[in-house]
């Protein structure tokens, strides 16, 4: 588990910007053409591994952004140039990354790490729900600045193919600015998939429709949380009267806008009585779904407030989990389990079992040492606890891991 921030010594920085970070090689062979869209070598900022082993009369005439040296002497630049320096963890900013700096403060952020599975576009702290295990409690406050960021950032990432997360808060409280980004997404860098974490309330207003045919975006996915098969269940869990209506309108809006779309469930002691219930009203009225995503929960934010409310143990729900996959996939249906320890679950459901967890809040524990599941195993969220912890915990023998990766095949 890798933070994304660390901290620098920081010279000749006096305002806030964001760099690419690149090796000399790099900047060599493709300039500025290793970002995906508008970048000058002002945006650009030398990775250094070793200042004493590079020509440092060459450092200073480079004509760019800045320079991050990890090791060695400090060189001579010119007011122009942002130095960083003395990192606290060298691993956390690599080449390829880009990064936020701002003058307030010595904390570098990075924003996108090349080579990532969970490179995310954060829209904004706002939300319209209140969901009871929310990871990131919603904040009142206006920060549509995420969407000029989000913008540029666009420009500095790596244009090859793979996927960027779009979230919050709620995306779509941002309409115009989250329609500008998968536009630009869309032009700049049409490889990548683009997938969008809403609770599809205000995709209820059919406006969208128009405006989501219009983009076409080609790997466009809609996340869309869907926590019960009844109003009452689901307007509970996500602690909003009227959010079921309006999700399921918005679901059958991105529907007709020709959107792929796919339902995530969070499995907890509120949904798990249902669930079979959910399976069904998800086969019966959203056929045109594509993917149905079943994730053990992530123990922080009002989660851990609302522990007593939601925690069951996963190894309680093997039976019902297993009922509610097999009832989806012999209908046709495309369904993943996300975020369980490999060890609580059901060997035959294994087909369906993906390492989801991003790689830069995974963990694994005590337990875990001399287990032969580790590559196979999404482990737990960095925020694991004890009172999280299934009692099904145990490291895989050889011999156990056989059983689950023989129904793989
Ligand atoms: S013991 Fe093995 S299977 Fe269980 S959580 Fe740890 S790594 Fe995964």
Request: proline share 6%.
């Amino acid at each position: 588990m890798l933070r994304l921030d660390t901290q620098f010594e920081i010279r000749n920085l006096h305002a806030p910007r964001l760099f690419k970070v690149i090796t000399l090689d790099e900047l060599i062979t493709f300039g500025t053409s290793s970002c995906a869209g508008d970048a000058s070598f002002d945006d650009l900022l030398l990775y250094v591994e070793d200042a004493d082993i590079l020509d440092a009369q060459l450092l200073p005439s480079l004509p760019l952004g800045g320079l991050l040296i990890a090791k060695g002497e400090l060189p001579v630049v010119d007011e122009g140039t942002v130095l960083l320096s003395n990192p606290r963890d060298a691993e956390v900013v690599r080449p390829g990354d880009v990064i936020a700096l701002s003058p307030s403060s010595r904390m570098v952020r990075v924003l996108y790490r090349r080579g990532a599975n969970s490179n995310l576009l954060f829209m904004t702290d706002r939300c319209n729900s209140l969901c009871l295990m929310c990871s990131q409690p919603p904040k009142d406050i206006d920060d549509q600045w995420h969407i000029e960021e989000n913008l540029r950032l666009l420009d500095l990432i790596d244009p090859c193919a793979e996927q960027l997360g779009i979230s919050g808060g709620e995306p779509t409280l941002y309409k115009e600015g989250l329609l500008a980004i998968i536009d630009k997404a869309k032009r700049i860098a049409p490889a990548k998939s683009l997938h969008v974490l809403s609770n599809g309330r205000l995709l209820s207003d059919p406006a969208w429709i128009a405006e989501l045919k219009h983009m076409n975006h080609p790997a466009l996915t809609w996340g869309i949380p869907l926590y019960g098969d009844t109003a009452e269940d689901h307007d509970h869990l996500v602690q909003a009267e009227g959010a079921f209506s309006e999700t399921i309108r918005g679901i059958y809006n991105l529907g007709r806008a020709g959107q792929r779309i796919e339902i995530r469930v969070v499995l907890n002691q509120l949904t798990i009585p249902r669930l079979p219930q959910l399976a069904h009203f998800i086969f019966r009225n959203m056929p045109f779904v594509e993917h149905i995503a079943l994730m053990g929960i992530e123990s922080t934010g009002l989660a851990k407030k609302n522990h007593q409310t939601l925690w069951i143990d996963p190894l309680d729900y093997q039976d019902t989990l297993s009922s509610a996959c097999h009832f989806l996939e012999v209908r046709g249906m495309n369904v993943s389990i996300y975020n369980l320890p490999l060890c609580v679950l059901k060997p035959s459901l294994m087909p369906f079992y993906r390492r989801s967890i991003s790689d830069w809040k995974n963990l694994f524990i005590e337990e875990c040492d001399g287990c032969s599941a580790t590559e196979y195993c999404a482990g737990f969220f960095k925020s694991h606890s004890e009172r999280w912890k299934s009692r099904g915990i145990h490291p895989l023998s050889r011999d156990e891991l056989s059983h689950y990766t023989r129904s793989m095949s």
